[in-house]
């Protein structure tokens, strides 16, 4: 449905007001036209820091699985092994079952694991966590980082976020973070993403990952949640499937998504 001229002018007052990129209006005067990137072969190191076993796979699995697939090198730090993730299981044994999920999941993605060591749940932000993330990530020396949106009903994943953030400062700002979804409304709240990459080509190799999650239901969740994300996505960038991201703004000389 097009919207009416008082209408189109109220957004774009507002995407100007605000200064949020991701607030877009049909018709709007100097909105940006959304395109979902396309990535290109290459040898870059991508990192993604997730929360738990799943979040990486969910947020932006389409997306790793397109830098692996066309030769870039792609790693996932997994910053606890779902010790609390499965009911009914001590946490030595929901993390001994959750950590071969992830490992047979980045066997589908292309990519190596990392686990950072934190425990689910009780995951904290300390200097010395820091400097531990600051570690891997100079090891890796990463390209481009994703990462969770820090706005996020679970502290786990606000956790991650923030020690990422913290990291990058401490490594000089070396790299660009892009910030992905988990559960947009329910979970990931206020994000308004400016960055899109087409998926559809992948989308089933990262809905594969997914489900190698048995013990968190990987089939369910997607179908619930992340499809009708990917979907959405999708349909905001004239593509079948895509996921968003926002682009940390201090990031310096990141406007295009590395490897596009």
Not at 8 to 17: D, I, P, Q
Not at 190 to 200: E, K, L, R, S, W
Request: proline share 5%; net charge neutral.
């Amino acid at each position: 449905m097009r919207s009416t001229g008082v209408a189109s002018e109220r957004r774009t007052f507002l995407r100007h007001a605000l200064g949020i990129p991701g607030l877009l209006a049909t018709g709007a005067v100097g909105a940006p036209e959304i395109v979902a990137a396309q990535i290109k072969p290459g040898s870059l190191k991508v990192v993604c820091v997730g929360a738990h076993p799943d979040d990486p796979e969910s947020g932006c699995g389409g997306t790793l699985a397109t830098y692996a697939a066309l030769g870039h090198r792609v790693t996932i730090v997994y910053l606890t092994r779902g010790e609390r993730g499965i009911p009914g299981k001590s946490d030595a044994d929901a993390a001994a079952i959750r950590t071969a999920e992830a490992e047979t999941a980045c066997g589908i993605i292309g990519a190596k694991p990392v686990f950072a060591g934190q425990i689910d749940g009780s995951t904290e932000v300390t200097r010395e966590r820091v400097n531990q993330v600051a570690t891997i990530l100079n090891t890796e020396a990463p390209d481009v980082v994703f990462t969770h949106w820090p706005i996020d009903t679970h502290m786990d994943h606000e956790v991650a976020s923030l020690l990422t953030f913290r990291a990058y400062v401490a490594t000089n700002r070396r790299f660009p973070i892009y910030f992905f979804e988990v559960d947009a409304g329910a979970q990931t709240l206020g994000f308004a993403p400016a960055h899109y990459v087409d998926i559809t080509r992948l989308r089933e190799k990262k809905k594969s990952a997914l489900f190698a999650h048995k013990s968190q239901n990987g089939e369910r969740i997607y179908s619930e949640h992340h499809e009708v994300m990917e979907n959405w996505r999708g349909r905001e960038a004239r593509v079948a499937a895509a996921e968003a991201f926002v682009l940390l703004p201090s990031a310096r000389g990141a406007d295009q998504l590395p490897g596009t």
